[in-house]
């Protein structure tokens, strides 16, 4: 099939590309977790700062998600991380071969907070956050909340600028037998 031939080139950019940027991403988690939590410092320890006024690093074990919801729950806010992470990679090579580097870039960092999130609650019970928000009251969070949030925002993003632009509705001209443009 030519679609296929065409999808391959970006099926292997995706994955390069996502899996890059996961693994730097997780390496980054893993070794700020690991020094926070290294047993140096006492839960609720204030670490390092506040640095202009904007946040400050404090040692706290979370077993819930942000806000403390679902708190004492751990295994299963991990298992329900994996499953993210899996639908976001059927999705990616399955249901979107072609999509954008964004796309792929968003995904890596998805992938990569919810595996070191998962990590943490298989592993030790709890998610390591360090980094406390000083200007407002927010939880506090780490490098792999930020992949999420972050991979999230660029997904949407993504999927909303160019998804949408390109495809604004059917065409009452296109027939049954019409294919939409490809994808940059």
């Known amino acids: 099939?030519?679609?296929?031939?065409?999808?391959?080139?970006?099926?292997?950019?995706?994955?390069?590309?996502?899996?890059?940027?996961?693994?730097?991403?997780?390496?980054?988690?893993?070794?700020?977790?690991?020094?926070?939590?290294?047993?140096?410092?006492?839960?609720?320890?204030?670490?390092?700062?506040?640095?202009?006024?904007?946040?400050?690093?404090?040692?706290?074990?979370?077993?819930?998600?942000?806000?403390?919801?679902?708190?004492?729950?751990?295994?299963l806010l991990g298992v329900f991380s994996l499953v993210i992470c899996a639908l976001l990679l059927v999705w990616l090579f399955v249901v979107n071969p072609t999509a954008r580097a964004a796309e792929a870039f968003a995904v890596g960092l998805v992938f990569a907070g919810g595996l070191g999130n998962a990590y943490d609650r298989f592993f030790t019970g709890y998610v390591v956050d360090f980094i406390n928000v000083t200007f407002m009251d927010f939880p506090v969070f780490n490098v792999a909340d930020i992949g999420v949030t972050c991979g999230i925002i660029l997904l949407v993003v993504s999927v909303a600028l160019f998804d949408f632009k390109e495809y604004p509705g059917e065409d009452a001209d296109a027939g049954e037998g019409s294919q939409p443009a490809e994808r940059p």
């Open 1 to 75: 099939m030519a679609g296929d031939s065409a999808q391959t080139p970006k099926r292997k950019r995706n994955a390069c590309l996502m899996a890059c940027v996961a693994v730097v991403w997780l390496a980054a988690d893993l070794a700020t977790k690991g020094y926070v939590n290294s047993g140096a410092y006492a839960v609720g320890q204030d670490i390092a700062g506040p640095f202009l006024g904007l946040f400050k690093f404090t040692l706290v074990h979370n077993t819930g998600a942000a806000w403390g919801l679902f708190a004492g729950f751990p295994v």
